[in-house]
């Protein structure tokens, strides 16, 4: 094809030129696809929100515990005005168990319960965190006048000390009137509450000892606001020789015996464990409930041997 030939074709061609009115109006009235799309995910991000929320009201609930001095469980508790109010009732078969209180630490977690009629709370009693984790009871008590009830369990697992714990408490039978001869009586009462756990502090350890064949390693000492809890390692004797009776004495006791005491003398043990590993090596759990003192007395006798260490609160 000659220029000329092309040349004479452009000039002949026709071209439709746009109506700006008609286009601009069908711009302005298109819907922008970014803007279809911000909706949903405007709730969805709401949704989520909310979901996370929830959850961490639910998994860290320490916000919402309430702590106040509770004249006897406080001191039953030794935690005096530290004690979480809780009131959770539960009746079943004719019984009615209320939680009164309760207090956490990093040593123990104490609970107080009230029966009405009265009973006493047996071995069918379980206590689980928002974790989904059970605790084991590691004492009680039981006035079978007043129809109170102190039970000891063992320390709320990390992240509880973080975040507070939700815990459900799962009572399964009763002791009426606490005659252990009575036949138990069955129920199903489910108690919940809130608590704060106290955080411990740990102090510099106690120098070894050493009780005839007995060797005494300390390895742990801290006090919280509420309590004071020692452990100590045992090795040179077996369990069963801490266990023999000490002779001449009208009620034999036990040849090895530990004790917390306070400045006047006056003993603030609450409880005490012993357990022995696969090599033989007694572990030793003390825990006391503390006083106004700063200063505690570690007494450890084995038969006629004695050992004592002081301890200073900082």
């Given at each position: 094809?000659?220029?000329?030939?092309?040349?004479?074709?452009?000039?002949?061609?026709?071209?439709?030129?746009?109506?700006?009115?008609?286009?601009?109006?069908?711009?302005?009235?298109?819907?922008?696809?970014?803007?279809?799309?911000?909706?949903?995910?405007?709730?969805?991000?709401?949704?989520?929100?909310?979901?996370?929320?929830?959850?961490?009201?639910?998994?860290?609930?320490?916000?919402?515990?309430?702590?106040?001095?509770?004249?006897?469980?406080?001191?039953?508790?030794?935690?005096?005005?530290?004690?979480?109010?809780?009131?959770?009732?539960?009746?079943?078969?004719?019984?009615?168990?209320?939680?009164?209180?309760a207090y956490a630490d990093a040593t123990r977690t104490e609970l107080i319960f009230h029966s009405s009629p009265v009973a006493s709370l047996g071995l069918g009693i379980q206590m689980s965190d928002q974790f989904g984790r059970t605790y084991i009871v590691s004492s009680s008590f039981s006035n079978l006048v007043t129809g109170d009830i102190r039970v000891?369990?063992?320390?709320?697992?990390?992240?509880?000390?973080?975040?507070?714990?939700?815990?459900?408490?799962?009572?399964?039978?009763?002791?009426?009137?606490?005659?252990?001869?009575?036949?138990?009586?069955?129920?199903?009462?489910?108690?919940?509450?809130?608590?704060?756990?106290?955080?411990?502090?740990?102090?510099?350890?106690?120098?070894?000892?050493?009780?005839?064949?007995?060797?005494?390693?300390?390895?742990?000492?801290?006090?919280?606001?509420?309590?004071?809890?020692?452990?100590?390692?045992?090795?040179?004797?077996?369990?069963?020789?801490?266990?023999?009776?000490?002779?001449?004495?009208?009620?034999?006791?036990?040849?090895?015996?530990?004790?917390?005491?306070?400045?006047?003398?006056?003993?603030?043990?609450?409880?005490?464990?012993?357990?022995?590993?696969?090599?033989?090596?007694?572990?030793?759990?003390?825990?006391?409930?503390?006083?106004?003192?700063?200063?505690?007395?570690?007494?450890?006798?084995?038969?006629?041997?004695?050992?004592?260490?002081?301890?200073?609160?900082?």
């Amino acid at each position: 094809m000659t220029a000329e030939l092309l040349e004479r074709r452009l000039e002949a061609l026709t071209v439709e030129v746009p109506d700006a009115g008609r286009v601009a109006a069908l711009v302005l009235g298109s819907r922008p696809r970014s803007q279809a799309r911000r909706w949903p995910r405007t709730a969805l991000s709401v949704v989520a929100a909310m979901v996370l929320t929830a959850l961490v009201a639910y998994f860290a609930p320490s916000a919402s515990t309430v702590v106040a001095r509770v004249p006897l469980a406080g001191d039953a508790l030794g935690a005096r005005d530290r004690v979480t109010l809780v009131g959770d009732s539960a009746t079943s078969n004719g019984y009615t168990i209320t939680l009164v209180a309760a207090y956490a630490d990093a040593t123990r977690t104490e609970l107080i319960f009230h029966s009405s009629p009265v009973a006493s709370l047996g071995l069918g009693i379980q206590m689980s965190d928002q974790f989904g984790r059970t605790y084991i009871v590691s004492s009680s008590f039981s006035n079978l006048v007043t129809g109170d009830i102190r039970v000891e369990l063992d320390p709320l697992a990390w992240p509880a000390p973080l975040t507070g714990a939700r815990i459900t408490v799962q009572i399964k039978q009763l002791n009426p009137d606490g005659d252990p001869t009575a036949a138990p009586v069955m129920g199903a009462w489910i108690l919940h509450a809130t608590l704060g756990v106290d955080e411990a502090t740990s102090l510099a350890l106690p120098a070894p000892a050493t009780l005839g064949h007995a060797r005494l390693r300390f390895t742990s000492v801290v006090y919280t606001p509420g309590s004071v809890a020692v452990d100590f390692e045992i090795t040179g004797v077996s369990f069963e020789d801490l266990q023999l009776g000490v002779s001449g004495d009208p009620k034999p006791k036990p040849a090895f015996a530990v004790d917390v005491l306070d400045s006047n003398g006056k003993s603030i043990m609450s409880s005490s464990d012993e357990r022995v590993d696969w090599l033989g090596v007694i572990h030793v759990h003390v825990l006391g409930y503390r006083t106004t003192d700063a200063r505690y007395s570690i007494v450890a006798t084995y038969f006629a041997d004695r050992m004592e260490r002081t301890i200073t609160l900082s």
